[in-house]
């Protein structure tokens, strides 16, 4: 649970992540690759502001490689109808922000458009509903039931997310398996996500900080198309 301080520490974080997320599309150009792009990254997040990455490097996958959710950057180039997946993390007076988008390079199917749909609905779903009291694993059925309803359910293959703070991941799983009660003052990641081997994948993801009413969503990147 964060102190007014560390909140503050905390959004100050979200705004740096934010803003690069926003920038990203002037640096998706043809060839580029997964580990260029990265590096691009890490130097725009520390010229907005950031004080070191919250993790290695940002986790970049064009194309087919987004449809693993732990890819690792390679030498992988961009090129029209891919599907670009950038988790982005930063540091901030020492607390962690985190964030990822997932953007289209030129025309993509159908089908990529509807999984983002599914995608985005699943994490509005489960911001909606976060409050004091509800579970971290009554907010992880709520997304996976979104996804589960389209069809999807067995290519969401992780945890809705994780708490996070002076750490990427601190002690909190937002998972189905944690019976734990969510209280004000905690801040966590909401992050669905739909990967298909060999066609591609979409995650999004915020930082939500619990209010006695609800959440306060610190991530503020647009999640449009």
């Given at each position: 649970i964060k102190t007014d301080?560390?909140?503050r520490n905390m959004r100050e974080a979200?705004?740096?992540v934010d803003k690069c997320a926003e920038k990203m599309p002037e640096f998706l150009q043809e060839g580029i690759s997964e580990q260029e792009l990265g590096d691009k990254i890490i130097h725009m997040l520390k010229d907005l502001g950031a004080?070191?990455?919250?993790?290695?490097?940002?986790?970049?996958?064009?194309?087919?490689?987004?449809?693993?959710?732990?890819h690792c950057p390679d030498s992988t180039c961009l090129k029209k109808g891919d599907i670009v997946l950038a988790d982005i993390g930063c540091k901030k007076n020492s607390y962690c922000a985190d964030l990822?988008?997932?953007?289209f390079y030129g025309d993509v199917s159908k089908k990529q458009r509807e999984?983002?749909?599914?995608?985005?609905?699943?994490?509005?779903?489960?911001?909606?509903?976060?409050?004091?009291?509800i579970t971290f694993g009554e907010l992880d059925e709520i997304a996976r039931s979104v996804i589960r309803e389209a069809g999807y359910e067995k290519y969401f293959n992780h945890r809705l997310g994780h708490s996070i703070g002076l750490e990427g991941h601190e002690g909190e799983e937002v998972s189905g398996n944690n019976k734990n009660r969510i209280e004000a003052g905690m801040t966590f990641s909401i992050e669905p996500g739909i990967y298909i081997p060999e066609e591609g994948g979409v995650r999004v993801e915020?930082?939500?900080?619990?209010?006695?009413?609800?959440?306060?969503?610190?991530?503020?990147?647009?999640?449009?198309?």
């Open positions: 301080e560390e909140i979200a705004k740096i004080d070191q990455n919250s993790w290695g490097s940002p986790l970049i996958a064009f194309g087919k490689n987004s449809g693993d959710p732990h990822t988008r997932t953007y999984i983002y749909r599914i995608v985005k609905k699943a994490n509005e779903r489960a911001e909606a509903a976060v409050r004091p009291g915020d930082v939500i900080l619990v209010t006695n009413t609800g959440c306060d969503v610190l991530n503020r990147a647009r999640k449009e198309e």
